[in-house]
C-alpha cells in the first residue's frame, strides 16, 4: 500500500497539505511566468502551464486526506492543543 509505504517514509499529512498549498502558488507563478517570458504565444499558453501545475493541488490533497486517515487510524496523527 502507497500510504504506508510513504508513512513509513516518514511522510505526514500535514506534508502533503503544505504540497498542495504551495502547488496552488505555483499555479500562479507558471502562468504568470509563461505568459510573461514567452512573447507571442499567448494566454493558452500560460492557461496550459498553469493547468498542468494546478492538477497537482488535488493529488496532494486526496494523499494528505489518505495520510490522516491512516494516522489516526495507527494513532499517529499529531493533535493541536490550545
Known amino acids: 500500500m502507497i500510504v504506508k509505504k510513504m ?3 516518514g511522510v505526514k ?3 502533503a497539505y503544505m504540497a498542495a498549498f504551495a502547488s496552488i502558488g505555483l499555479t500562479v507563478v507558471a502562468w504568470a ?6 512573447p507571442g504565444t499567448g494566454v493558452a499558453r500560460a ?12 493529488t496532494f ?3 494528505g486526506l489518505a495520510l490522516s486517515h ?6 499517529t496523527l499529531a493533535h493541536i492543543h490550545e
Open 7 to 9: 508513512h513509513d517514509m
Open 13 to 15: 499529512s500535514e506534508h
Open 33 to 38: 511566468t509563461s505568459l510573461n517570458a514567452e
Open 47 to 58: 492557461d496550459r502551464w498553469g493547468l498542468f501545475v494546478g492538477e497537482w493541488a488535488p
Open 61 to 63: 490533497f486526496g494523499l
Open 70 to 75: 491512516y494516522e489516526q487510524h495507527d494513532g
